[in-house]
């Protein structure tokens, strides 16, 4: 359903097979416990220990992009990243992506103008971090390249390509770029241009492989939970044996002087949305990147943002952006205003200059504001394994080899005099600097059906028969299911010891879950239910309204005085409205988290619904909604969720339709969100869970206090969305011209999440879609027949009664709608007709397991069960019963469910792009 509209060592010796021994990886630098090691053959790599996080972060980082793909054949180092995961020498064919697969928790790449990476995320467990070090040995040094996968992965690539391409914003910045530097340097994509790619042969592509994929052209990021001698000894053994190779120079990217830019005004028409940008840009200039790194926060963090208060608070436009782009060869500061067709264009761009340029020189209190803030970013990146590798990788590029220098920047934002600041943003922030754009919808003429050069037919697929492989041996994958379900049981058993539940004495069920956490914070999520359809009829809007200003201000304390005492605490709050519910989330450092909790609570209590704030994001969602509503992805959802609707206008359930929410809006008062929240909010149907670092007692003693005497006023019943069967439609509906299409089926299911089918079925949603790469659907959209780029697959499963359903979202070019249609009734018809195979379920179940288990080895996950837990009436051992449900699937269990449940007389698809036919508005 579409959803309502609302507003980033030491090693051991190894003895090879011969009786070489390589030698021991060297230190070479070691700051903020992150060491950096090289092997002989100049292969880097760098380590970053931490022992509470739950997983290994893995990136193996080629110093080469598309700034080095030869002249003429741009795109040639993103085509090698592509073809890099069909097999190597030793590991064959669909091997390689199979085995990581089994060996990570997730594997992408991606090629930018400096690098290409390869990332994984695994479980911290040695024989998986060992498995997936050899493949990327094998990666850099015996890949095959296959000339057979090159034509589909030329259409894949400009399937990405169109995507990306049809983006406003990405078409905008493309411009400026070209305009920039011409067709080469950063004017060219990595993506690479059709025609180029099409030129590429495969000697070049080899060529490219061996001249840049070499050992001391490359550095492999680790960090997370890993044994760092154990790392190092694989690391040593693997990638020792490669020799190093000479390496040529790499492309230099003229210095910039964005005054000799001759074309300073870009215009894009695509779309729905409205919006000016002004895009400040120079040459590289190390001293001023901390001072500019600060410019998002100082101008548009609400509530006290420069630019935010001239132009949203003022209601000049719905919104602000900016972002920064500090990178190797300049600097760029994106300044940008989003707008409505009742706002004056003229006055948000003349704004959008004033309101930066000649913007009232910042004080004290914001920029030790802002100094917290970024402060309060860095400590989450030291805590999470992903985002730590993934900033030192960035800065390896961008500082060759000098990942350090991300502390150093962190202390030199510190360091900052405010002067300084101002004056940097004074003499950046200028008209020799400026470059405008300017986004608008898509002209009217671009919205009527055009005629297809040629019908559309259905067309063979697979037209090049491809030998499938033989049946891998499932035995592996079943010693992993049983190691899973017994790690999984030894984690319930000892997390739900700590655990504490109970009710108050007006029934409101708590869970406490005292335990220190990875990031050391404390989380509660507050969940208060109310109402009945009857009683909240018609008033969806208002609910919405209730939540977004629930934390927005109250009596005692301004929005400001929230916004600080939010950045104090290293934390923040939100609320929001889902059904009849409304859930609080409250987050701070654990030393700070007893105060902040205590704070907000006291804001929950006497909330003011300013008038000012209710009329801001009143006139904000108004406006937004005042929008053409003609991008393919949006005409597929609006019309799949006509088609599927059972209920009436003014149910809470009923679909998002953007004239009925602005009926409901324009009609909505400050008044009535008041009384809303005096007749529902204090509500004794409600669960509180707490899990962090604090005291059980004291916390039970703070919640008696102050939620036992909450009382509904009002009668409660949950709302459900009962299961309805479909007959099977086909809707291909007309959307404005774009590249891409956008595809849309549901199948509904009687099978709710407690079903006895609901394991099976999530085993064959797995199957089904869960890869981009190795999944049926993957297969059969992507792989074989390039239709799309990227795909969707999802199975929703009621958590209270026998109701569900199996979706499928696919962005394809535009004129392949039929096609991408035949290939999903393919997918489900073999399916049907042969089942899985052994070797998929086993493959299915092991890693369905093995993300279960990993889940339970963070407390923040385990925070997030605790909530449905306490509905139901649960504790963590009911997950036992699941784990042990996937093991016991049998392939004639999994095949049940598809003939019981994959019925395509009920299968509804809807495809929109520029040749389908107008709907009918609801």
């Known amino acids: 359903m579409l959803m309502r509209f609302k507003q980033l060592t030491i090693s051991l010796l190894f003895v090879g097979f011969s009786a070489t021994a390589w030698a021991q990886p060297i230190l070479v630098k070691s700051e903020q416990k992150i060491e950096e090691y090289t092997l002989d053959n100049g292969f880097r790599v760098v380590l970053a220990q931490n022992d509470k996080e739950n997983k290994v972060f893995m990136n193996t980082v080629y110093l080469t992009g598309s700034l080095n793909d030869p002249q003429g054949k741009g795109g040639l180092a993103h085509l090698l990243e592509h073809l890099a995961f069909k097999g190597t020498q030793n590991i064959k064919g669909e091997e390689f992506q199979r085995r990581l697969d089994q060996y990570t928790l997730m594997t992408n790449a991606s090629t930018d103008y400096y690098s290409t990476k390869y990332t994984n995320i695994i479980r911290p467990e040695q024989n998986a971090i060992n498995q997936v070090i050899h493949l990327e040995a094998e990666r850099m040094d015996k890949l095959v390249l296959q000339e057979k996968f090159v034509p589909s992965e030329i259409a894949i690539v400009k399937r990405e390509r169109e995507v990306r391409m049809d983006q406003p914003f990405a078409v905008m910045m493309d411009q400026m770029w070209k305009s920039a530097y011409g067709n080469q340097y950063l004017g060219r994509l990595p993506i690479g241009d059709l025609k180029e790619l099409q030129s590429i042969k495969m000697d070049e592509l080899n060529k490219f492989y061996r001249t840049w994929y070499a050992p001391n052209n490359a550095v492999m990021i680790i960090s997370g939970k890993f044994d760092k001698a154990a790392v190092l000894k694989q690391i040593d053994q693997q990638f020792s044996p490669i020799a190093a190779r000479q390496v040529p120079a790499q492309t230099k990217v003229p210095v910039l002087d964005s005054a000799k830019i001759q074309q300073r005004n870009f215009a894009v028409e695509k779309g729905s949305d409205l919006a000016k ?29 420069h630019l935010y208060q001239s132009m949203v608070e003022t209601g000049l436009s719905t919104g602000v952006q900016s972002t920064t782009w500090l990178d190797q ?38 920029l030790n504001r802002v100094k917290n803030l970024i402060q309060n970013q860095a400590d989450s990146v030291l805590s999470n394994a992903a985002a730590l590798g993934g900033r030192l990788s960035d800065y390896y590029v961008a500082y060759q080899g000098d990942w350090a220098q991300y502390f150093s920047d962190l202390n030199n934002v510190k360091q900052l005099k405010l002067n300084d600041v101002n004056q940097t943003l004074t003499r950046f922030l200028v008209p020799e600097h400026r470059i405008s754009g300017d986004i608008k919808p898509t002209p009217e003429d671009q919205k009527k059906a055009l005629q297809q050069q040629a019908a559309e037919q259905p067309k063979t697929l697979d037209q090049a028969s491809v030998q499938e492989e033989p049946l891998k041996d499932s035995r592996v994958y079943k010693q992993e299911v049983a190691e899973y379900v017994k790690s999984s049981k030894q984690y319930l058993v000892d997390t739900e010891k700590k655990i504490q539940r109970g009710k108050l004495k007006n029934g409101i069920a708590y869970a406490l879950y005292p335990t220190s956490t990875r990031d050391d914070k404390t989380y509660a999520t507050i969940s208060v239910d109310f109402g009945t359809n009857k009683s909240l009829f018609n008033k969806g809007e208002v609910l919405d309204l209730m939540a977004y200003l629930l934390l927005r201000g109250s009596d005692q304390y301004s929005l400001q005085d929230i916004a600080d005492k939010s950045i104090e605490a290293g934390g923040g709050a939100t ?8 859930t ?17 609570l006291d804001v929950l209590k006497t909330p003011k619904f300013e008038q000012s704030q209710f009329d801001l994001i009143k006139s904000q969602s108004l406006s937004s909604l005042d929008r053409p509503y003609t991008e393919p992805e949006t005409v597929a959802a609006l019309t799949m969720t006509r088609l599927l609707e059972t209920y009436q206008p003014g149910d809470l359930r009923y679909h998002f339709e953007p004239n009925l929410s602005k009926q409901q809006l324009q009609a909505a008062t400050v008044e009535q969100v008041k009384k809303l929240y005096q007749d529902f909010f204090v509500s004794h149907h409600a669960q509180i869970a707490i899990t962090g670092d ?56 009687p099978v709710g999440s407690n079903h006895a089918d609901a394991p099976a079925l999530i085993v064959l949603g797995y199957i089904m879609g ?3 790469l190795s999944s049926r659907l993957a297969q059969e959209l992507r792989e074989k027949n390039a239709l799309v780029y990227g795909f969707g697959s999802n199975l929703d499963l009621d958590e209270w009664i026998d109701s569900g359903a199996l979706s499928i979202e696919a962005n394809y070019t535009a004129a392949k709608s039929a096609q991408v249609s035949q ?13 899985v195979t052994e070797q998929e379920l086993e493959a299915a179940k092991a890693n369905i397991l093995k993300k279960r288990v990993t889940a339970l080895e963070d407390e923040r996950n385990i925070h997030a069960m605790l909530m449905p837990q306490l509905e139901h009436n649960r504790d963590l051992l009911y997950r036992e019963k699941r784990d042990q449900a996937f093991a016991k699937l049998s392939k004639a269990d999994v095949d049940a469910v598809i003939k019981k449940y994959i019925k395509l007389d009920q299968l509804v698809e809807v495809m929109a792009d520029q040749y389908g036919k107008p709907q009918n508005k609801s």
């Open 823 to 835: 290939a999903v009734h393919k997918v489900l018809n073999d399916l049907l007709t042969k089942g």
């Open 329 to 366: 060869d300049f600097n760029l500061v994106f300044m940008g205003a989003i707008y409505a067709p009742n706002h004056d264009e003229k006055r948000v761009q003349s704004e959008l200059v004033a309101g930066v340029e000649k913007s009232q020189p910042f004080n004290e209190t914001e």
């Open 584 to 600: 609080i989330q409250i987050v701070a450092k654990k030393d700070k988290f007893d105060d902040y909790f205590k704070f907000m």
């Open 770 to 772: 869960d890869s981009q």
């Open 575 to 582: 609320a929001t409205a889902s059904a009849n519910s409304i």
């Open 694 to 749: 604090y005291q059980a007692q004291p916390m039970l003693k703070l919640l008696q206090k102050e939620f036992s005497g909450w009382k509904a006023q009002l009668p409660y019943q949950r709302l459900s969305a009962d299961y309805q069967a479909y007959q099977a439609q086909k809707i291909h509906a007309l959307s404005e011209q774009r590249e891409f299409g956008n595809y849309q089926a549901i199948l509904t299911l």
């Open 277 to 305: 940008f002004n895009i400040y840009l120079n040459g590289k200039n190390e001293k001023i990147k901390s001072a500019l790194a600060l410019t998002p926060y100082l101008y548009t963090m609400q509530p006290s943002g």
